[in-house]
Structures are given as C-alpha cells and as structure tokens.
C-alpha cells in the first residue's frame, strides 16, 4: 500500500520560513507508483474544514496555489526520492495547522486540484505553530 509520511513542521515566528516534507514508499492498490501520482498539501485547523494549499502535477511540471498562500509557498515533487516538498516563507499566524500531504491517482485535466475527497492516500500530518 502507498503510504505517505509528513515532517519538518514544529514552532517558528511570524515572518519566519519553513520547510515539509512528505516521503511516500510502496505502491497504491492499483500497483501505480507514487511518480505517477498527482500529490497535493492541505492544512486542517481545529473548527475549520481541511483547506486547500498547493497541488503539483505527477512529472512535477504544473503547479497550483491557494490564493493564500501564492507568492510566499513552492511545492516540489522529487520522483527520483519519492517525495514532495512544501517551502513557505514569511508564514503568518493563519498559516498555523496540520498540515498534510496527499496524493490523487485521477487524471490533473479532470481534476480541481482543491478538493479534499479527489485524494485517496494522505499523509498522516505535522503540526505548523505561528507565533506572532
């Protein structure tokens, strides 16, 4: 089974730079690889509904960013490591959550890249403090 594990969170300042890491081993049920996965970051707050991050396409190539975070976060996918990466400066105290990687066996045309349930295998998080 793929399975995915976050890191590198943990207590940073406002205006302070971060960055995660999701590594992925094995394979999916369908036997895809995780270098064919369309593979995303979301952030949960308690209270509040999972929200949409960053996604980047399978080969790496296409990149899409919440509103929120465009112009401060860069996600990357290594295939060659199996895993994907989210660097994000000046964080804010919003920018305070779980944050988890997520990876979507769909095709990137068919997909909104926004929505939680497009996503079949999830990381298991890593908490992200904002002190102001």
């Avoid at 971060?18 to 952030?43: D, I, K, P, Q, Y």
């Avoid at 399978?58 to 960013?65: A, K, P, R």
Wanted: aromatic share 10%.
């Amino acid at each position: 089974q793929l399975q995915l594990v976050d890191s590198g969170g943990g207590l940073v300042q406002a205006g302070d730079s971060l960055s995660l890491s999701c590594t992925a081993s094995g394979r999916a049920f369908s036997g895809r690889a995780f270098n064919t996965f369309n593979v995303a970051w979301f952030r949960r707050v308690p209270g509040k509904e999972r929200e949409f991050v960053a996604a980047v396409r399978w080969s790496g190539i296409s990149t899409v960013y919440a509103d929120s975070v465009k112009g401060r976060a860069t996600i990357s996918k290594d295939n060659a490591k199996n895993t994907l990466h989210l660097r994000m400066v000046n964080l804010k105290p919003e920018d305070a959550g779980v944050y988890s990687c997520a990876a979507a066996e769909r095709s990137w045309e068919e997909m909104s890249k926004r929505a939680p349930d497009e996503y079949q295998y999830w990381g298991q998080g890593t908490q992200v403090t904002v002190a102001s």
